[in-house]
């Protein structure tokens, strides 16, 4: 999955083990390797798999993600990224709970989130389209 790394917070366990928490684009999930944190902070773009235990997310893997040219001054381009975001995020929330290892979980969340993306830019085409005729 990918996300935006919003804020970590280190924490201990009774028993006095360190973890940390992170906020990944708006999801909640504990990291018990400190190595995986190395180098990151809060605004980087994020790719992570976890594995469910529960209501408990623990990331296995986690690295930065190279930066892309800046989007602001494209719109069109910096839209679709909010949209294809936010239809990860949709799709993760919609598969919560279900079953498979966590490549086959992180595959069907991303089929199911091209499937959102698709749809919503789409409606926009469509949207865009028919106002175009209207004019």
Known sequence: ???IMEKIWENTTQGGDKYWTVIISGGRYSVWDKTLLEALQPGDAVDFLFTQSGQYRK???LRR???HRDSSSHPEERERHIIRMSSVRAAA???EGARGTPENKAQAVLDVAR???TYILGSAATAAKREEVAA
């Open 65 to 67: 993600l190279p930066l």
């Open 1 to 3: 999955m990918q996300g």
């Open 93 to 95: 929330h919609l598969l």
């Open 59 to 61: 990331i296995c893997q």
């Open 115 to 117: 499937a959102f993306e």
